[in-house]
């Protein structure tokens, strides 16, 4: 406490106090300091922000009918002090002026400890918003209330997707406080087996003196590899020279969650991930547009798009999501005109990627279509417009007809798409099992061949048809 805090408690306004479980209480009482604490708001709410609210009622009505008053909470009202910043925010509300006193943070007394030098660099969390405020590897990282072993869990979990789960951290017990510091290093996975834990500890998470660390580390990387030093096939690269890469690589995460190979998935997304930073970065050097545009404009698309999650709180239905994500999105690109107007809805489809694989393109087109109506109630009329389409390309098979053999064969393969969509499957994936069954069952016969010393190719059509007979019973 500094002199002119303790001048502050002794003088003829009411003291409220957050709480009373400090290590300073003993001087309070000592020195003959009345208070009231709101400790007792802790026992009998929900949630800590309902603690905190009421605090904040108690204090504003007391102001309003009793005047002045003192609300002292540990160390600087200003770090990690939830109700003096809605305090502050409700006295500007209600026009009550406000006074802040300083007093020693739980920042000085731990870097104290640790013997560190803020000038290097320190990010201060709250354990409560670590999900939402992640450290930055490259610099320093003191979490605040991490309270009891249970917070430490689940602090713990939330930091181990960004720290390897055995890099040294420091969990500080008590600092200040004579006689009763507690310091402890300790591997990250460990924080919550200790049992020193109490609501006076925070965890110290070191630099990682590593280059090239995390999101903003991949960024650095791709500048150094695109500048004037770095490697010339990836300086001679453009966006349209990549996007076979990208596609590529696409495919290759794909192929991967198709065999939930899981450590494969994990390499196959960062390759994913390093193609969006090179294509960003490319940007980025013409002047169009830069990394941070590309993240800011995604964040606010998914939360406008979102408004059930993260506006009115609305539940809504699948189907009433997807409505409100469409409509969303035609506002977004200034089209005012209603869905059902048959060339605002022919625009849209018009403008769905020609680089996606025709059986998708297929798929979303049909299913832009269903949105108006145009479309049946359940699978087996679609079905049955398979059989029409097959007895129209069997006749232009007859007719010896090469141009409407090919529009027929489109419409068979449409219609196949149509009840794929019906079925609630997707065509892509649909083909692609069918085409790794075709290879297994393929494999079979030439492994059925080799036991008798042959290839498929010293058999006739007939022969390796029996032969395809035979797998599909095995």
């Given at each position: ?70 609300y002292a909470v540990p160390g ?315 007895l129209e390309l069997s006749v ?37 099992k069918a085409t790794a069954k ?37």
């Amino acid at each position: 406490m500094t002199l002119e805090t303790l001048t502050l408690l002794k003088n003829d306004s009411p003291n409220f106090f957050r709480t009373k479980i400090h290590p300073v209480m003993d001087f309070i009482q000592a020195e003959g300091i009345s208070y009231e604490s709101f400790d007792c708001y802790y026992e009998v709410e929900d949630s800590f922000e309902m603690v905190y609210d009421k605090i904040v009622k108690t204090l504003i009505d007391h102001v309003k009918s009793k005047g002045n008053l003192v609300y002292a909470v540990p160390g600087n009202p200003l770090f990690g002090e939830k109700t003096v910043e809605k305090l502050i925010q409700a006295a500007k509300a209600e026009g009550i002026e406000y006074q802040l006193h300083p007093g020693v943070s739980f920042v000085d007394v731990t870097l104290n400890a640790l013997e560190q030098d803020p000038i290097d660099g320190l990010k201060i969390i709250d354990a409560f918003d670590c999900l939402k405020n992640p450290p930055d590897p490259r610099i320093g990282t003191l979490v605040t209330q991490v309270y009891d072993q249970h917070m430490a869990s689940e602090l713990k979990l939330q930091l181990m997707e960004i720290y390897n789960p055995e890099k040294k951290v420091i969990l500080l017990t008590n600092s200040g406080i004579p006689q009763q510091e507690i310091s402890r290093e300790v591997c990250l996975y460990e924080i919550d087996r200790v049992d020193t834990i109490n609501h006076l500890t925070s965890l110290y998470i070191p630099a990682e003196n590593t280059a090239y660390q995390g999101f903003q580390g991949i960024i650095e990387i791709m500048k150094t590899l695109r500048g004037e030093a770095g490697c010339p096939w990836d300086r001679s690269q453009t966006s349209e020279s990549l996007r076979n890469y990208l596609l590529e690589e696409s495919y290759e995460v794909l192929e991967a969650i198709d065999n939930e190979d899981w450590d494969n998935l994990a390499e196959e997304l960062g390759d994913v991930l390093f193609q969006l930073v090179f294509h960003a970065e490319i940007a980025s050097e013409a002047g169009h547009f830069t990394m941070k545009q590309v993240i800011d404009g995604i964040n606010e698309k998914m939360i406008r798009r979102h408004p059930h999650v993260f506006i009115d709180k609305e539940i809504f239905d699948p189907e009433e999501v997807e409505t409100n994500w469409d409509a969303i999105k035609r506002i977004e690109k200034g089209q005012t005109g209603k869905p059902e107007e048959a060339s605002g809805l022919a625009a849209e489809m018009k403008k769905i990627p020609k680089a996606l694989p025709a059986l998708m393109e297929a798929y979303k087109v049909q299913k832009k279509a269903a949105k108006v109506g145009f479309d049946w109630d359940n699978p087996m009329p679609a079905l049955d417009k398979i059989e029409e389409e097959l007895l129209e390309l069997s006749v232009a098979l007859r007719e010896n007809n090469a141009e409407n053999v090919e529009e027929e064969l489109g419409d068979l393969l449409f219609s196949a798409v149509n009840v794929a969509r019906l079925l609630k499957l997707q065509p892509e994936m649909v083909l692609r099992k069918a085409t790794a069954k075709f290879v297994s069952r393929f494999e079979k016969m030439e492994k059925l061949a080799g036991q008798d010393k042959k290839s498929l190719n010293d058999y006739t059509f007939e022969q390796l048809d029996d032969a395809w007979n035979h797998v599909k019973g095995l």
